[in-house]
């Protein structure tokens, strides 16, 4: 499976990508947790796809990007535009796609049983700036909030020493929950609660996305554990809308994951 997707990632990071040559006044980025499990992957793959191109996203991050979705990603002529962040390791099915050129990118291993990572990429959209942009999937049991705390002091201190920042991806805790919120740095604004205020922006919604309810835990409700967060001078949130919240077209029972996805608009001051 590593050497598989490690072929596909190369595949995209040996794409050439011009840095633009007018500073980008903005920066959308997405998120999005696919399910990789291969449940009805006929019908909600090429829904997700479909998703993740009209997005048209300068940054994407993706979670449980099982080899065979990378697969069917690396066909897509719109996925032609971009470079894949490359590590030398098994980032647990985590991606980042870039519209600009990524400088250099690592694989930051956390704490915890279930080996999670944070995946970072330094991206350049105008020659002479970098953003550094880190994806996670985070310690899933309802319990592990100790574990997930730990983790996120992980991920912050390895971007302690970047200008500008982007955290996004699966964070596997609602809002309120102890001890993890707390761990959240205050130094990054939550682009959902800056923007949404008090909205629920459930991405995990059990009343309404079957697959969802299939694979809680026990005593688990819907929460809202996909986020993004951003620590920057330049750039702040303008716009977040959740994507993928809609069931497919021919079968109103099945949504494209059991997770909604993460549309951001990040404006430069």
Known sequence: MRTTVLLLLAAFAARAQDTPKERPKTMTVV??????????KEKRWPALLAILGDSKADVIALQEAVPAFLALLAKEK???DYVAAKVDGNTGGQVILSRWPVS?????????????????????????ESIAV???????PLEAGATRAKQLDEIFRALKDKADAVVLGDFNFGDGEQPDTGRLD???????????????????????NPLAEL????GEKSRRIDRVLVRSGPWKPKEIRIIGDAPLADDAKLFPSDHFGLLAVLERE
């Open 78 to 80: 719109w996925a032609k």
């Open 134 to 140: 880190a994806t996670t999937h985070m310690e899933s």
């Open 104 to 128: 250099r990118s690592r694989l930051e291993m956390l704490s915890g049983r279930q080996r999670r990572t944070a995946l970072i990429a330094e991206i350049e959209p105008f020659k002479g």
């Open 31 to 40: 998120t999005y947790n696919i399910l990789g499990d291969g449940f009805e």
């Open 215 to 218: 694979g809680k835990f026990k």
């Open 186 to 208: 205050k130094d990054y604004a939550d682009a959902w609660t800056a923007l949404r205020g008090k909205d629920a922006g459930l991405t995990y919604d059990l009343e309404r």
